[in-house]
């Protein structure tokens, strides 16, 4: 469900366009969801925030908590 509303999102804030998202969970930091181009960069699923917050800092990036 997440990740259906992350792609609703995207056509509406110009912030997410074209650039991989993720979203974290507010309990341990692990990614819950990410976009496709994610997916294409290499992060892969349920990783620890703190593992690939250097490599999201590094790109042009979105990322929320929720």
């Known amino acids: 469900m997440v ?3 992350l792609l609703c999102e995207q056509p509406f804030d110009p912030t997410l366009r074209d650039k991989p998202v ?3 969970s507010n309990n341990d930091g692990c990614m819950i969801a990410c976009s496709a ?6 992060i892969k699923m ?3 925030w703190h593992l ?5 800092r590094g790109r ?3 990322m929320t908590l929720r």
Do not use: F
């Open 52 to 56: 690939i917050r250097e490599e999201i």
């Open 3 to 5: 990740i259906r509303l």
């Open 22 to 24: 993720v979203v974290l």
């Open 37 to 42: 181009l994610t997916k294409e960069v290499g």
């Open 60 to 62: 042009s990036m979105a």
């Open 46 to 48: 349920r990783c620890p």
